[in-house]
């Protein structure tokens, strides 16, 4: 039946459409898309057998029987418009997630930073332990070489995007909360409306249900201390008081371990475990943690989880090493927000070099709202190059360009340089790797790709 099912995916590059669609696949559906770009995911479910066309096109959907769209479709594209006409189903990309997660078990993993990393976590302690998951998640998970797992098991583990609210569509019955910043103010309009949103998405759990919730985040705090409906187990790397607490933390180059005090009896009996995770960096201890506390609630035990944690090999452009050159080491990250490019370089700082950045600044939008935290983590750096902003498709916003930023970050750190032209930074970084530095290439945009090209030249 489902061979005679073909399921059309708009805007089928994308990392969250590409992941759903190779799954469809994997479950047997016919499968294909379209989209105005062919990138590597493109490539990747092209060599297994989905067809992709290059732009949009009514002509792409004569002989299909539901259309899936990104949330970066118009109502304007003209697949849609066919669809329409024709009274094809049309689903969402979070409408299709939510009906593969209604036939299993499910883990959906939200916050504002740490869930592409957490959800792979989760995956991979899951996999280790034969429990055979289907993983959903917004990042190339290193271990699968691609950004889904499709397993016969009966739970699956999701990264829920809250975006543009559609992480309120996922039904499932454990959710993991890393953190909440103020972001993507221009869906939800104002600060308030983001954490109801969060709230909305606690509630949403059944009364069986656990929320497993970071209590080092202000904005969480509030949530955990007014919502009283709902189970929540809270886990902290400050607060002795939460159910989970991070303790006796040893950093090396590598690896991170440390000891959890569970006060929750739900988790565990005993007090204390040791824990090795194979990255470094705080906010990984405790992406760690909910991933260790969602595992417990579903009964692995801790050789196994353990063993995942130390066997963990990461998510693509999450301080990525690509390589070294000369004396320096080169990585690709993918932070874009202050508190992510602040998380990243406190990692870094364990390598102990001196550090560069070359940053990348990802839509006029999010340094308009966020200027002054951006000022204050990026005039930080040693050494920081800024190129030009990554729109994303933005117009251009007065006083949040990347010139603006060079412009405050020169006042209180001289070792910024603003690079208009993007061809001059080989001939900078030629002078810089004959030292021994720490090297990232920063931002959520193209400036991976100028990473790659670098290293390979």
């Not at 364990?350 to 990348?360: M, S």
Request: glycine share 6%.
């Amino acid at each position: 039946m489902k061979n005679n099912i073909n399921i059309h995916f708009i805007g089928i590059s994308g990392i969250g459409m590409s992941a759903i669609a190779e799954l469809m696949k994997d479950k047997g559906y016919s499968v294909q898309g379209s989209d105005i770009n062919l990138n590597d995911n493109a490539k990747r479910l092209r060599k297994k057998g989905i067809k992709i066309f290059l732009n949009h096109s009514k002509k792409n959907i004569k002989k299909v029987d539901a259309v899936v769209f990104s949330s970066a479709i118009k109502n304007n594209n003209p697949e849609i418009i066919e669809a329409l006409s024709k009274k094809i189903p049309l689903l969402s990309r979070a409408d299709m997630l939510a009906e593969l997660m209604k036939n299993k078990k499910s883990i959906a993993v939200a916050g504002s930073h740490g869930k592409t990393t957490t959800t792979s976590l989760i995956g991979n302690i899951l996999n280790q332990s034969n429990l055979d998951p289907t993983i959903i998640n917004g990042g190339i998970i290193n271990s699968l070489s691609k950004n889904n797992r499709y397993g016969k098991g009966e739970w699956m583990v999701v990264e829920a995007d809250e975006s543009d609210g559609s992480f309120l569509k996922l039904p499932h019955q454990i959710s993991v909360i890393t953190n909440l910043d103020i972001e993507h103010i221009d869906f939800y309009k104002s600060k308030k409306n983001l954490i109801k949103a969060f709230e909305n998405f606690i509630n949403m759990l059944p009364f069986y249900g656990t929320s497993v919730i970071c209590y080092d985040d202000i904005n969480l705090k509030f949530l955990i201390n007014k919502i009283k409906t709902r189970e929540i187990i809270t886990y902290s790397i400050k607060n002795k008081k939460a159910d989970v607490f991070i303790f006796d933390i040893i950093k090396n180059k590598t690896n991170t371990s440390f000891k959890l005090k569970i006060n929750n009896k739900k988790i565990s009996n005993s007090l204390k475990y040791q824990y090795t995770i194979n990255t470094i960096g705080n906010h990984n201890i405790l992406n760690g943690t909910a991933s260790i506390i969602a595992s417990k609630l579903i009964g692995i035990n801790n050789t196994n989880i353990n063993k995942a944690l130390k066997n963990y090999i990461g998510v693509n452009r999450r301080f990525t090493f690509l390589g070294k050159k000369d004396k320096s080491f080169i990585y690709d990250d993918y932070a874009h927000h202050p508190t992510e490019i602040k998380a990243t370089i406190d990692a870094a700082k364990t390598l102990k070099n001196k550090l560069l950045v070359i940053f990348q600044p990802h839509r006029y939008s999010r340094t308009n709202i966020l200027f002054n935290e951006f000022i204050n983590v990026l005039s930080k750096i040693n050494y920081l190059l800024i190129l030009d902003t990554f729109s994303a498709g933005e117009k251009k916003i007065k006083g949040a360009t990347s010139k603006d930023l060079y412009l405050e970050i020169s006042k209180i750190n001289k070792s910024v340089i603003y690079l208009k032209n993007i061809n001059n930074l080989n001939e900078l970084l030629d002078k810089e790797v004959k030292k021994k530095n720490t090297i990232i290439f920063m931002g959520a945009g193209s400036i991976t790709n100028i990473a790659k090209r670098y290293i390979n030249n």
